[in-house]
């Protein structure tokens, strides 16, 4: 598989992702949030929390193993993102944060949402 072919499967579960949280009403606030070495794949609201949402979108990988894809290192760069994220968003600061991971089988539009998935 070609970068560019996993690449594109990543932006179409990120697509469905955001669909899902949408009807779920969650507002989206910021799509592949890139700060520093982190990214963020969706900020998004809902009530008095804001969500950093991790997106996992593989074809071949059973559910169970999605969740393992996100690393300690890769945690750590989604926190630090986060973070920053966090301090450019006064508005925001009396929000509480949480970190949700979803994982995306964007062939079925199927989407499992774990939330607190990591602090």
Known sequence: MTANSTTARGRRGERV?????REHGYEILEI????????????GTRQDTVVF???KTWAAVPW????????RSKRARITA???LYMAGAPQLRSYRIRFDLL???PKEGVVRHIENAFA
């Not at 169970?64 to 690393?71: C, G, I, N, P, R």
């Open 81 to 83: 993102a986060a973070q």
């Open 103 to 105: 994982l995306v089988s």
């Open 32 to 43: 592949n949030f890139r700060s520093g070495p982190g990214e963020v794949d969706i900020v």
């Open 17 to 21: 992702a955001a669909e899902y949280l």
């Open 64 to 71: 169970s193993e999605l969740a393992y894809a996100v690393t």
């Open 53 to 55: 949402f991790e997106v």
